[in-house]
T-cell receptor
């Protein structure tokens, strides 16, 4: 069963804590992305990676960190520096990435809803 | 500035009725436009992709149109079903190398019986 998985589905965090959101794909895609979705707003890009051991900041990277040690995995850490972390987080992957061609479709995972208590 | 504007923000229709969602964009240079459907609490799923040379494309009861001259797209849903209740997101890609996707805020559609 191919696709993108995210875990956990729901996550609760106390203020001052770091939390890590998991994203795994078995589509053999080179590129992976993290987005944040808030009510009434479009998806905003946090980080993306086009290849293992390389990643780039998106529009709202402050307070977040990522790693790409394996092609299949792209975990996102929400640090205590992120002032308003409560949101719905979506992970996506695509075959080649932003430079890989016009028709390169992004496939999304089911999302993780993070709530700060 | 590259922007994607969707209207209406929300829409309520009766089951079986048709509806049309709008997307206007100012992205340049234009590469393609996708419509995604996002069920509540789930990730978006692509419905259609429109390139510069395409005017109309259908996917079942969903028909997308594109007018590249006026930079407008629409998504028409025919004979709506309860399962069509979702958020519909318009996403535009620029031809500029390395440019990220530009997402609209979405239209929330509620289909009632």
């Amino acid at each position: 069963d191919g696709g993108i998985t995210q875990s956990p589905k729901y996550l609760f965090r106390k203020e001052g804590q770091n939390v890590t959101l998991s994203c795994e794909q078995n589509l053999n895609h080179d590129a992976m992305y993290w987005y944040r979705q808030d009510p009434g707003q479009g998806l905003r890009l946090i980080y993306y990676s086009q290849i293992v051991n390389d990643f780039q900041k998106g529009d709202i990277a402050e307070g977040y960190s990522v790693s790409r040690e394996k092609k299949e995995s792209f975990p996102l850490t929400v640090t205590s520096a992120q002032k308003n972390p409560t949101a719905f987080y979506l992970c996506a992957s695509s075959l080649r990435g932003p430079s890989g061609g016009a028709s390169d479709e992004q496939f999304f995972g089911p999302g993780t809803r993070l709530t700060v208590l | 500035k590259n922007q994607v504007e969707q209207s209406p923000q929300s829409l309520i229709i009766l089951e079986g009725k048709n509806c049309t969602l709008q997307c206007n964009y100012t992205v340049s240079p234009f590469s393609n436009l996708r419509w995604y459907k996002q069920d509540t609490g789930r990730g978006p799923v692509s419905l259609t992709i429109m390139t510069f040379s395409e005017n109309t494309k259908s996917n079942g009861r969903y028909t997308a149109t594109l007018d590249a001259d006026t930079k407008q797209s629409s998504l028409h849903i025919t004979a709506s079903q309860l399962s069509d209740s979702a958020s519909y997101i318009c996403v535009v890609r620029s031809n500029q190398a390395g440019t990220a996707l530009i997402f609209g805020k979405g239209t929330t559609l509620s289909v009632s019986s």
